[in-house]
């Protein structure tokens, strides 16, 4: 598996004072936060978790120079206290809300606490502005933009680990079900006949080129300690385009899951539409 940046070099680098690493126990964050205490000339790293009780916390607690601290971004107190002697960010907001608000407010308190850079995770295409979620992403830019805190954008492509399966099958218990290769089943997941699995992926008929949440996690360590990264966006993909029919084939090669890709339950708003994580990893 190799990354693929588009906007810039970002290899060379050299250590901040002191970073907070926002969404630390999500897969990029925690990835981030190890990576930054494992420098060889290490800064001084702030893993900011909304709840100090998750495994990624817990992980993060047991890193040597790493400083856990509860956050909520929609809480100027809080962002306030998360920021205090940090001098610069890795910014990952949770996409399933409009974020331009949360992204406004964290900024103003970076400005004036002196944070130096923000080096913001959004997503490939947002500028772009074709998807919800995409305007989400440019509303948050914009936000920080108009702030006045230097800042480097890093357009992720969809992730592989947030690949998601469905199985929108109305009964339980039908004759044919396997649920053998899911390692963790959860109550109310409803399970269709076995060769018949649909997969659904947010593509319809279109493709992306997916990339590992290491390789994200890579690139902000990078940018966030590079000062020629500064107002320079950089769109990190993975190595090649998929449509959703690849998806299916790659994971039933590779993880022997019964799949195949479906364009009309990929759809949000398909009614009794179960779904649950996955990867391609």
């Not at 940046?5 to 925690?30: Q, R, T, Y």
């Not at 040597?64 to 990952?92: N, R, Y």
């Amino acid at each position: 598996y190799q990354r693929r940046v588009h906007g810039g070099n970002i290899d060379a680098f050299s250590s901040p004072e002191s970073v907070l690493v926002s969404s630390a126990d999500s897969p990029i964050g925690i990835d981030c936060v190890m990576r930054l205490a494992k420098q060889p000339n290490p800064p001084r790293v702030v893993a900011a978790v909304r709840s100090l009780e998750s495994e990624e916390a817990r992980v993060a607690k047991s890193i040597p120079g790493v400083k856990v601290v509860a956050l909520d971004p929609s809480k100027k107190e809080s962002v306030l206290e998360s920021l205090s002697g940090v001098s610069k960010v890795v910014l990952i907001q949770d996409d399933s809300h409009p974020m331009a608000a949360e992204a406004a407010e964290f900024a103003s308190a970076a400005k004036a606490l002196g944070v130096s850079c923000i080096a913001r995770v959004g997503a490939v295409g947002s500028n772009e502005r074709k998807s919800t979620v995409g305007k989400w992403h440019d509303d948050a830019e914009s936000a920080i933009e108009q702030s006045g805190v230097p800042h480097v954008w890093l357009r992720a492509g969809p992730l592989m680990d947030t690949v998601a399966l469905s199985a929108g099958f109305p009964d339980e218990g039908t004759p044919g079900c396997d649920d053998s290769w899911r390692p963790d089943p959860s109550p109310g997941i409803r399970y269709g006949p076995k060769g018949n699995v649909p997969l659904c992926l947010p593509l319809g008929e279109s493709s992306a080129a997916f990339i590992d949440p290491e390789d994200v996690a890579k690139a902000c360590v990078k940018a966030i300690s590079k000062p020629e990264a500064v107002s320079k966006t950089f769109n990190l993909t993975g190595p090649r385009e998929m449509s959703g029919d690849d998806v299916a084939s790659a994971l039933k090669e590779r993880c022997h899951l019964p799949l195949e890709y479906s364009p009309e339950l990929s759809k949000p708003d398909t009614p009794g539409r179960n779904i649950f994580p996955c990867t391609l990893r």
